[in-house]
C-alpha cells in the first residue's frame, strides 16, 4: 500500500471512529443521561459490532489480533462498545506515527494500554488504601452500566458497605476525602447529609479499568 493510499484510508477510519462517537455521545444528551442504559457487551458481540461499523475495507487496517485484544479486555472490565471505538481511535493516532507499518498491529495496542495502565489517574487510584477503594466499589456498583445512571448518594453507598467496618461518618469522611483529591464531586447544597448527591468526575469506564487492573 503506497503513503497516499494509507494515509487516506486512515483519514477514513479516523472520520468514521469519531462520527460513531459523537452519535453516541448526542444520543445519551438528546435522551438524558438517568435514561440511557448501556448493557455490557460480550467480547464476539464487541467485534461483531465494531466491524459493521467500521466495514470491512476500513476493519482491515486493523490486525485480527489487535483488534481481538481491544474487544478482549474492554469486555473483560465495561463491555462498553465506546470505550472500544476510544481505544481504537487512540490506537489508530499511535500507529500513524508509526512509518514502518500501514495497519494497526498489536504492539500498537498493547502500547495504548500501557498508556492508561500508566497514567496519572489510573495510577492515583491504585494507590488509595483499601479502605477508599471499597468507598469506590461501592459508588461503582452504583453506577454501573446496567443501571444507566450517573448520581448517587452518600447514604446509597453506605448501605452497600460492610456495617461491621464502616460508619456513616466515616463513609461521609471518605467521600470528602476522594472529593478533594478530584475524583468524586459533591453537592454541598444539599440539606439532607445521608441525601448528598455523589457523582464521579470522570466516565464510570476509567473507574473500572483501574480498579480492576490494581494488581
Known amino acids: 500500500m503506497n503513503e497516499t493510499s494509507s494515509s487516506s484510508r486512515y483519514t477514513g477510519l479516523r472520520i468514521t471512529l469519531v462520527t460513531v462517537h459523537q452519535f453516541n455521545k448526542e444520543s445519551i444528551l438528546s435522551h438524558g443521561l438517568n435514561r440511557v442504559i448501556f448493557h455490557p457487551y460480550t467480547f464476539k458481540q464487541?467485534?461483531?459490532?465494531?466491524?459493521?461499523?467500521?466495514?470491512?475495507?476500513?476493519?482491515?487496517?486493523?490486525?485480527?489480533?489487535?483488534?481481538?485484544?481491544?474487544?478482549?479486555?474492554v469486555s473483560s472490565i465495561s463491555g462498553d462498545v465506546r470505550r472500544v471505538l476510544q481505544i481504537c481511535s487512540q490506537t489508530l493516532d499511535m500507529a500513524q506515527l508509526d512509518k514502518l507499518s500501514n495497519k494497526v498491529t498489536l504492539e500498537h495496542v498493547q502500547k495504548t494500554f500501557e498508556r492508561l495502565y500508566t497514567s496519572t489517574r489510573t495510577i492515583f487510584i491504585r494507590n488509595l488504601n483499601p479502605t477508599q477503594r471499597k468507598v469506590l466499589e461501592a459508588i461503582q456498583d452504583e453506577l454501573s452500566y446496567g443501571k444507566g445512571r450517573e448520581i448517587t448518594t452518600i447514604s446509597a453507598i453506605y448501605d452497600r458497605l460492610d456495617k461491621k467496618e464502616y460508619s456513616f461518618t466515616d463513609v461521609r469522611r471518605i467521600c470528602a476525602q476522594l472529593s478533594a483529591c478530584g475524583l468524586l464531586l459533591l453537592d454541598k447544597s444539599s440539606n439532607s447529609i445521608a441525601r448528598q448527591s455523589v457523582r464521579l468526575s470522570m466516565p464510570i469506564h476509567l473507574l473500572i479499568f483501574a480498579l480492576k487492573n490494581n494488581n
Open 46 to 73: 464487541l467485534n461483531e459490532i465494531v466491524q459493521a461499523r467500521l466495514g470491512p475495507d476500513l476493519s482491515s487496517l486493523f490486525d485480527k489480533d489487535a483488534l481481538d485484544l481491544i474487544c478482549r479486555k
